[in-house]
């Protein structure tokens, strides 16, 4: 089954590890890497793992060694907070100053980042066109098309044998398509909650993130599991 | 292992009641017990004492004795003596009960019970002007101990019972209770300890962990139960666990007796014999269903009309198994394998809680193998053979949580804590970089790269002494304390009732309209509300019953050899029902049968496959795991291995060529490449991962009701686990993740020893079909989960569903 989403005439291919490559612009597009959550829970009293930012970058680094990009656009939300860029380790500063440097990267501003850092190299941008495409952090309410978005984290179950698997996805209506977090650390919202659907036609697909390999469904074959987190942990604030 | 322990008796001291208890006792025509005159002496001495009697011995009274003698002769305010139980209910029962006799005899002695349940207010006020006798559990305790006021509260303390010590030891509420007890012998340097304990196989271990010198008094057990196994009128099953076949059966015998309890081991269980009682209900008999997951009102209800002798049956789980004695109940039914003697012996013991007349009880199996365990369980329990583990060692999440308690009640030297905390018997054995580990745990998460020492939740001072950082960390400690972590829950309602909860990945497998049963009600899914499952009345043709994670205790080490035993003792045979001695025999003429210090191996073509079977009895998640590497070894012998089922008494694994080696197989090595294999991509160690980084303070915790619909969740407790693993492979939650691991859902402590034992013991029988014993193995398949779900396997299956949907 093919996995590949078309939008507005562009071939969007999403990738095993979350991100999205568009080969005719040879352009990788990723959402919500969230750089230095661990630290920002650490400072209140959640002491994660420190090394969630050394793990997306080894993930991100291994993707565009495979792909090859000539551009990679980061939908928002790369930063987890305003201060995310003074806590980076030296190690991790250096292999993301090494991207940009790589390829033409653009930082799209998110509800975390609303000014991220220029320290790492790589242009700030606010939501764009490119082509025939939009790309923004939080989908616009309302009738758009052709529109590629991250902020929520999608999530999909599905009923197997047994039990209902619970994995990150990608979403796509055949106008706009929000893309999964990228980012170590990060949850996820099922798309069946009211404030995705609410921005999805009434029919769409999803393209799962399996183990191995991708696998798409449709939304009549999906699970409500809208307020259902069983994977995950955590006392957070509500989005903003 | 099973023991045989002859009875302890302490020296008696013939020193009677003093008066007004004297007075009181003879007034209701009671004289006291010979062990609770020795428990007035022990109390005199100040001699930390374990009291062992069988269920129902009145040792709760026994317990409270001393403090009543002790406060109606000496009146004085504060906080005489500490009451701790590992239920909420039973506290607050005891309270009642503990009521009475300073009423009735006028004593003025303040009683008050504090559980996760009392008011804030009365909490503030018990803490500045605490009762004589506080009834609390092990994690109020803990609270309590992490204030700052502690000390204050505490200081005049002079006796601390412990209630169902038995229940406690050995879990990680019982290290938590222990660690707690450690503190309160610093604090209160002239108090004592008391333990209040079933029959046990290991009272010295229990002793110990009451105090190193406890003494131990051992009241004798009364007449010998009568135990009967349910005659299945030649239709014992094959397969399955419920024993439904059963239900006449004992609907006759619920009829028959006062009041009856019915316990199960799941409770999925417990709904499906709750329907099948009242279908067969002509009578209209008061049957009632009490487990884990009914709102916790509608359990107060079972339990109060059971105490009020309404109800003639009740179906339970192990719920049940503790609590508030019962005098009506004349009749105990245990459905399905007992799995361990012990065991039976505690719920048999909820009957008839006189101690002069016989327990009464019927034992149910819900299959062959089964009725085998049902019939050496019996010869077990009326030769007084106990099994049981020995306490094992403290647990280390539970360590960093109780560290972290001990910095909010106040700055503390890390070289007095840890001889404070190696007091606890169960920590007695705790190496002091262990301590060190957990303690860097505490302070900034413990990691080589040391990121988060601005974030330090700890700091030391000049003379090195440690102290917490910010009063956030306190709060964050009291909203996390505890170390029951349960699986996911969602509140299910019809109406504006509250049902109880059920698991959230069960409702999720549910859509609108679906029928279930909970509660012993047929329930119509409606949908999800504000986090509610709403539901109302209905009827469907194929109900789904709600299923839970964990509560499958696996057969005891103890039975799993009494039954290799029983195969090669057919004089005991006769005890069996025809059809299933008929089995065994066929079995032995065919086959071989599987004999102690053995392993047996029986190999069959079956439909294109070659079946390997292991009669291991070693429990289900030792075969489970079994299953997992065998599986993983057929594979680099090239096996090529299709999937294994595991049940309690033997795996079995499934393969596409014959495997020839059956030694090789089996050998111990394959705890070493294949296990650390496995272990890369186990499931079952994040699971476990989670609930140790819950309970060691790395995860909050949710709190229920406190979720918000549309709330972004946080993260994945599975990505924390792999990238710990990668980074810092000895970390020290890594390391009680393998420990929780290896003796729970891996138990990889009985694996071992099986695999040990098979060295060289392998009774290897090459069939040319299915043997009579490996039926109840094979037609399990398809039944139980076939080995782990592979993700991708399952969603391709998935999708295929949809095709084949839309192409009929």
Excluded at chain 1, 190 to 218: C, S, W, Y
Excluded at chain 2, 147 to 170: P, S, T
Excluded at chain 2, 420 to 445: K, Q
Excluded at chain 2, 645 to 658: D, F, I, N, P
Aim: net charge positive; with cysteine; hydrophobic share 45%.
């Amino acid at each position: 089954m093919s996995m590949i989403f078309q939008l507005q005439g562009a071939t969007l291919v999403p990738d095993l590890s979350g991100a999205l490559l568009w080969d005719d612009a040879r352009t990788l597009i990723v959402a919500d890497l969230h750089f230095e959550k661990s630290s920002s829970f650490a400072a209140k009293g959640q002491l994660l793992p420190p090394y969630d930012t050394a793990t997306t970058l080894q993930r991100l680094l291994a993707v565009i060694d495979r792909v090859r990009p000539a551009r990679v656009i980061c939908l928002g939300d790369s930063f987890h907070d305003t201060h995310a860029a003074d806590r980076l380790h030296p190690d991790d500063m250096a292999v993301l100053r090494s991207l940009t440097a790589r390829v033409d990267w653009l930082w799209v501003v998110g509800n975390h980042d609303p000014a991220p850092p220029d320290t790492f190299g790589g242009a700030v941008v606010h939501d764009f066109c490119l082509g025939p495409l939009t790309f923004r952090h939080i989908a616009a309410p309302g009738d758009v098309i052709g529109e590629i978005s991250g902020h929520f984290h999608p999530k999909a179950a599905v009923a197997t044998r047994g039990k209902p698997i619970t994995r990150a996805c990608f979403v796509g209506d055949g106008r706009r398509l929000i893309l999964p977090a990228f980012g170590a650390f990060t949850g996820g919202l099922n798309v069946r909650d009211p404030a995705i659907l609410a921005l999805l036609a009434p029919r769409f697909e999803v393209v799962m993130l399996g183990q191995t390999k991708l696998h798409r469904f449709g939304s009549h074959q999906l699970k409500s599991q809208a307020v259902l987190t069983s994977d995950f942990y955590g006392a957070g604030k509500r989005r903003g | 292992m099973m023991t045989r322990k002859a009875p302890i008796r302490a020296r008696r001291k013939l020193v009677g009641l003093p008066e007004p208890f004297a007075g009181w006792f003879s007034a209701r025509g009671w004289r006291p017990h010979g062990h609770q005159l020795d428990l007035l002496a022990a109390a005199r001495e100040n001699a930390p004492v374990l009291l062992i009697a069988p269920t129902g011995g009145g040792k709760t009274l026994s317990g409270f004795l001393p403090s009543l003698v002790e406060l109606a002769a000496a009146p004085a305010a504060g906080l005489h003596t500490l009451y701790i139980s590992p239920l909420k209910a039973l506290a607050v029962d005891v309270h009642r009960n503990v009521e009475r006799p300073i009423s009735e005899m006028g004593l003025g002695i303040t009683t008050e019970s504090r559980t996760g349940d009392t008011p804030v207010g009365k909490k503030q006020r018990q803490r500045r002007r605490p009762p004589n006798i506080l009834m609390t559990t092990p994690e109020s305790l803990a609270l309590l101990l992490a204030h700052k006021d502690a000390g204050e509260i505490f200081k005049g303390l002079r006796r601390v019972v412990v209630d169902e010590v038995h229940a406690l030891a050995g879990t990680k509420r019982g290290d938590l209770l222990a660690l707690g007890l450690a503190r309160l012998r610093r604090l209160a340097p002239l108090s004592h300890c008391v333990g209040l304990s079933a029959t046990v196989a290991f009272p010295e271990e229990l002793a110990a962990y009451i105090h190193p010198d406890a003494r131990i008094i051992a009241v004798p057990g009364g007449p010998k139960p009568e135990i009967s196994v349910v005659s299945a009128h030649g239709r014992m099953p094959w397969s399955g666990h419920m024993g439904l076949y059963a239900i006449p059966d004992i609907y006759r015998a619920i009829a028959a007796h006062n009041s009856t309890l019915i316990f199960v081991n799941t409770r999925a269980t417990a709904e499906l014999v709750f329907q099948a009682l009242w279908k067969a209900n002509y009578h209209n008999l008061a049957i009632a269903l009490h487990h884990g997951s009914l709102d916790r009102e509608q359990r107060r209800k079972v339990e109060a009309a059971m105490a009020a002798g309404t109800l003639r049956a009740v179906v339970a789980t192990s719920s049940l198994d503790l609590g508030v004695d019962w005098g009506a109940v004349d009749l105990v039914v245990q459905m399905g394998a007992p799995k361990g003697s012990a065991r039976l012996v505690q719920r048999i013991g909820r009957s008839n809680h006189r101690f002069d007349a016989p327990s009464q009880a019927l034992l149910v199996p819900g299959n062959r193998f089964e009725a085998l365990e049902c019939a050496v369980a019996r010869t077990a329990v009326l030769a007084g053979a106990l099994d049981g583990e020995a306490p094992r060692p403290g647990a280390l999440d539970v360590l960093c949580q109780h560290i972290m308690g001990m910095a909010c009640a106040g700055p503390f030297h890390p070289d007095a804590l840890y001889a404070e905390i190696i007091s606890a018997a169960p920590y007695a054995g705790l190496a002091r970089t262990d301590f060190d580990a957990a303690l860097r745990f505490v302070e900034n998460g413990g990691y080589s790269l040391r990121a988060y020492e601005r974030y330090a939740r700890l700091f030391c001072d000049s003379s090195g002494f440690y102290h917490i950082r910010n009063q956030q960390f306190v709060r964050q400690y009291r909203m996390n304390v505890g170390v029951i972590v349960e699986a996911e829950t969602i509140l299910v309602r019809m109406g504006r009732r509250k049902l109880g909860r059920v698991e959230e990945q069960f409702i999720a497998s549910l859509s609108p309209g679906d029928t279930f049963i909970f509660g012993g009600r047929m329930l119509k899914y409606d949908g999800i509300q504000e986090g509610v499952a709403v539901t109302s009345r209905g009827a469907g043709k194929e109900p789904k019953v709600p299923a839970y994670m964990g509560g499958r205790l696996p057969l005891s080490a103890g039975l799993g050899e009494a039954v290799q035993r029983f195969f090669h003792q057919p004089k005991l045979w006769p005890a069996l029902a025809p059809e299933v001695r008929e089995w065994l025999n066929v079995q032995k003429s065919r086959s071989g049968l599987p004999a102690p210090g053995r392993v047996m191996v029986e190999t069959f073509p079956r439909g294109g496959r070659y079946f390997t079977v292991v009669y291991g009895f070693a429990g289900r998640n030792a075969h489970q795991s079994l299953g997992l590497l065998l599986t993983r070894r057929m594979l680099r012998m090239n096996t090529k291995p299709a999937g294994f089922v595991a049940g309690e008494y033997a795996v079995a694994v499934w393969s596409l060529k014959k495997p020839e080696n059956i030694p090789a197989l089996l050998d111990p090595d394959i705890l070493g490449y294949e296990l650390e294999e496995w272990i890369n991509d186990s499931n079952m160690l994040r699971r476990t991962f989670r609930t140790v980084a819950v309970i060691a303070g790395l995860i909050e915790r949710k709190h229920p009701g406190h979720q918000k619909s549309g709330r972004q969740v946080n993260f994945n407790s599975d990505v924390i686990y792999d990238v710990l693993r990668r980074y810092e492979p000895d970390h020290i939650l890594l390391r009680a993740t393998r420990a929780d691991a290896s003796r729970g859902l891996i138990d990889l402590d009985r694996l071992t020893s099986m695999l040990v034992t098979a060295r060289g013991h392998i009774d290897h029988y090459d069939l040319d079909r299915i043997s009579p014993l490996a039926v109840p193995v094979i037609l399990t398949i398809g039944k139980e989960s076939i080995g782990k779900a592979m993700i991708d396997d399952l969603l391709d299956d998935a999708g295929e569903g949809l095709i084949a949907e839309a192409m009929r």
